[in-house]
């Protein structure tokens, strides 16, 4: 496992401890608090040969974990890093480009259905929507979330859905090393409005279907460690802020994670690693 080397030149990448952030809306009532809510997010290829070969790949990395993490019954929200939704068309130049956030994958599946069911059966781009749409309304891009921002409506009827409705996270798993430092960049650039803590995780897994399924055990290996040591730090410290991402169990947890990763990492020594503590 290897931590950022940007700790050492950025202040809030290296203050374990911040002060009591701001409260973030609460979930509804009557619901449990999870241990651990987690987001998935995955790199949209944009260009070149990269993306007639795998963008299709990457898609199926993504929301291979967060079908599994859903199943498992773990909060999860998924999302993209690319400027835009891209999958092979008939040829490398003609992709078929869809925007964020707006187009759900129904949409997109009867579209490239109506276009050419051969072709799209044929590359797998229809089975892998068919996967998607029954995990969520469509794609999302990390860029545009807006931390702390209730997530009702539509996104109520995606899987793992219950316990994001306050639209916050206590981790972040990316599943590949240039989408990891998008998230990190992107926290920077943020400027911390809301200072509470994040951990960003990167899970190294290959661009195709076997490793996505094999990297898909390995991250909720992963969620379940660490949602292990949430449970441990709240029964023996006490839950008192951990909701807000402050109080003694949540900093006590916060400083655990980093050995959490590395006893991960020896169960699954073929998955490279990487973590940094970043804040929203």
């Not at 998607?132 to 309304?137: I, L, T």
Request: net charge negative.
């Amino acid at each position: 496992m290897s931590a950022d080397p940007r700790l050492a030149r950025d202040p809030r990448l290296s203050t374990p401890q911040p002060p009591p952030p701001p409260s973030p809306p609460s979930p509804p009532p009557g619901e449990n608090n999870p241990e651990s809510t987690l987001a998935v997010s995955q790199q949209i290829l944009e260009n070149g040969h990269e993306e007639e070969s795998m963008s299709d790949a990457s898609s199926y990395k993504s929301m291979e974990s967060h079908m599994r993490l859903a199943l498992a019954k773990h909060p999860v929200i998924s999302f993209g890093t690319g400027s835009l939704v891209r999958l092979p068309g008939p040829t490398i130049t003609q992709p078929n480009v869809y925007p964020f956030n707006v187009t759900s994958y129904d949409s997109i599946y009867n579209e490239l259905f109506s276009k050419d069911p051969r072709l799209y059966r044929q590359n797998g781009i229809l089975n892998m929507l068919e996967r998607n749409r029954s995990v969520k309304y469509g794609p999302e891009r990390w860029q545009d979330w807006v931390v702390g921002k209730p997530r009702l409506n539509r996104f109520t009827q995606d899987q793992g859905s219950k316990g994001t409705e306050a639209g916050v996270v206590d981790v972040v798993i990316t599943c590949e090393e240039r989408c990891w430092d998008s998230v990190v960049d992107n926290l920077l650039e943020r400027g911390s409005p809301l200072n509470r803590p994040v951990h960003v995780i990167n899970v190294e897994i290959r661009d195709n279907h076997e490793e996505a399924l094999v990297g898909g055990k390995a991250i909720l290996s992963l969620a379940d460690s660490l949602d292990e040591a949430a449970r441990e730090e709240r029964e023996k410290i006490g839950a008192n802020g951990w909701v807000n991402g402050a109080g003694p169990a949540r900093e006590s947890f916060d400083q655990k994670v980093p050995e959490v990763v590395a006893e991960w990492q020896e169960r699954f020594p073929n998955m490279q690693a990487l973590w940094t503590l970043a804040w929203f």
